[in-house]
C-alpha cells in the first residue's frame, strides 16, 4: 500500500512561514518526482511546487516563486514545502503528490499517481 502522510499545516497569519512534511512508504522513492498541489474551496487543484528524483531540479508556480522552497531528503522518504511570506489567498488544502515521471507547472493533477491525504493551511489577514 502506498501512503503520503503530510503533516505542518496550521493557521498564520499573513507574512508568516510554515513548513509541511509528507512521509511515503511502499514506494521507491528515489524513483519518484514529488510535489504539492493545492485546492481552495470552490477551485481546482493546482500545481504548487516539484522536485526530481534526486532534489537537482524544482519548478514552481509563478505565484510562489521567492517564497516557497521544496525539497526532499530520500534518506527518510520524505519531501518538504517551506512556506515563507504567506498570503491569504495561500489558503488551501495542501496535498503531497508522487508521480513516475515529471511534476512540474504543466502537469495537471489528473497525472499524478498517487496522492497524500491533505492538511489545511490558513492564513489570517
Known amino acids: 500500500q502506498v501512503q503520503l502522510v503530510e503533516s505542518g499545516g496550521g493557521l498564520v497569519q499573513a507574512g508568516g512561514s510554515l513548513r509541511l512534511s509528507c512521509v511515503a512508504s511502499?514506494?521507491?522513492?528515489?524513483?519518484?518526482?514529488m510535489g504539492w498541489f493545492r485546492q481552495a474551496p470552490g477551485k481546482e487543484r493546482e500545481f504548487v511546487a516539484g522536485?526530481?528524483?534526486?532534489?537537482?531540479?524544482?519548478y514552481y508556480a509563478d505565484s510562489m516563486k521567492g517564497r516557497f522552497t521544496i525539497s526532499r531528503d530520500n534518506a527518510k522518504n520524505t519531501v518538504y514545502l517551506q512556506m515563507n511570506s504567506l498570503k491569504p489567498e495561500d489558503t488551501a488544502v495542501y496535498y503531497c503528490?508522487?508521480?513516475?515521471?515529471?511534476?512540474?507547472?504543466?502537469?495537471?493533477?489528473?497525472?499524478?499517481?498517487?496522492w497524500g491525504q491533505g492538511t489545511q493551511v490558513t492564513v489570517s489577514s
Open positions: 511502499g514506494l521507491t522513492f528515489s524513483s519518484y518526482a
Open positions: 522536485i526530481s528524483w534526486s532534489g537537482g531540479n524544482r
Open positions: 503528490a508522487a508521480d513516475h515521471l515529471l511534476l512540474t507547472p504543466g502537469v495537471g493533477a489528473v497525472y499524478v499517481d498517487y
